[in-house]
């Protein structure tokens, strides 16, 4: 593999890994907040996040190169309420996607046809990612601060299976 072509699958392994991270701090504020299936629902995402970087170590195993884990910077301790928080992963979603497409642009550019083909993949998740999160910060903007509401979308978002893509 082309170094440059493996030094960005490894940003990108960071990048997924510090979702995870990320994810798990937001998890564990709001099971403390009393939203236990929101904690729950980001504690799965945190596993289909572990899941993505585990795809691409893989992927950069199988082909030969060097993975190189980095440090993974201190997620933030406070996130505010469901909404703010709920914008801050359609955020950092989207942020995800423009970095997968940054490296299969340069994948394209090396002709690096195995990556091509093997980032299809994220691909697709990342429009799915960004829908879900988006689909929640519309709830959370219907509901406001009506408790009722962010209750029930507490349960509905604890009943998400813990199936991993």
Known sequence: ??????????????????SAYVYLAMSAYFENGNFPGVAKWLKHQAEEELGHAMRLFEFMNDRGGRVVMKAIAEPAKDYGTLLEAFRKVLGHEQHVTASIHNLYALAVEHKDYPLQTHLH?????????EKSAGDIVSKLELIGSHTPGLLMLDHQLGSRSGESH
């Open 1 to 18: 593999m082309n170094q440059a072509v493996q030094d960005a699958v490894n940003e990108q392994i960071n990048i997924e890994l510090s």
């Open 121 to 129: 993949w994220f691909i697709d998740e990342q429009v799915e990612e």
